[in-house]
């Protein structure tokens, strides 16, 4: 039986950024379920779709076809056919895939393919959702967050290394408008599963936040 790891918490609490480095370690493939999300709202954003019209955005996903390929261990989503892994990481596509992740009929879309990866792989598999909806049986499930300033901060220096042209404070905004709808929403919010293990990294750069990890992750296997 496959392994699997949820990690779950709130945007740019380090999920990624950790889970990617912690698979690498222990040879599991990483899953970015977020990029499903928002692969769904760039298409959404590319048609001219308002990405809060439930019935509008539901309409756009019999023309959608998004999946998930690994090359040399990293995840790259496609969208009928094209590689949007960088498109889809604009501050515009991360409001879009808040907004079409509140959508029921977006999440069943994205179900399926969640599952079927995490059936047949070890996998890290990371969230709002995973081990409250997707991976309820997951071996091991964390729930990993930060302060909202430290995850702006965060944000923050990676959009601005990317040349992107960003304030502090919009980024610190958009931070708490994401919490607050990703955790309001009423299907699958986020919040932490019962028997998650809580992990609050704002003090830890990335190589701490990855060692804290990867010891309760080792203290479990
Ligand atoms: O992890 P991220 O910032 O790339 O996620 C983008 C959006 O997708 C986030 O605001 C909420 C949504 N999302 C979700 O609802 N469920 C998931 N499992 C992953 C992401």
Do not use: W
């Not at 990690?7 to 990483?30: C, F, M, Q, T, W």
């Not at 690994?70 to 995840?75: E, H, K, N, R």
């Not at 009929?105 to 598999?125: E, G, H, P, S, Y």
């Not at 932490?192 to 203290?219: P, Y």
């Amino acid at each position: 039986m496959a392994i699997n790891i949820a990690i779950d918490g709130p945007a740019g609490a380090g999920k990624s950024s950790i889970a990617k480095l912690v698979s690498k370690e222990l040879g599991y493939i990483y899953v970015d379920t977020g990029a499903l999300y928002r692969t769904v709202g760039l298409y959404s954003i590319r048609k001219g779709i308002d990405t809060k019209d439930a019935d509008a955005v539901t309409a756009t996903l019999k023309d959608i076809k998004v999946e998930l390929g690994f090359v040399d261990g990293a995840q790259h989503v496609f969208l009928n056919g094209e590689d949007v892994s960088e498109a889809i990481r604009t501050p515009e596509a991360s409001m879009g895939a808040s907004n079409v992740s509140a959508i029921p009929a977006v999440r069943t879309f994205l179900f399926d393919l969640q599952r079927d990866i995490a059936k047949n792989n070890n996998c890290i598999m990371d969230g709002r959702d995973i081990g409250t909806v997707v991976l309820p049986d997951a071996q091991i499930k964390l729930f990993l967050t930060a302060s909202a300033e430290a995850r702006a901060e965060r944000r923050y220096k990676e959009l601005i290394e990317k040349g992107e042209k960003v304030e502090f404070q919009d980024v610190l905004d958009d931070i708490n408008k994401r919490d607050y709808q990703d955790s309001h929403r009423e299907i699958a919010p986020l919040k932490q599963a019962e028997d998650a293990i809580l992990v609050d990294n704002s003090g830890c750069n990335l190589e701490e936040g990855t060692k804290l990890v990867l010891s309760i992750i080792r203290e479990r296997l």
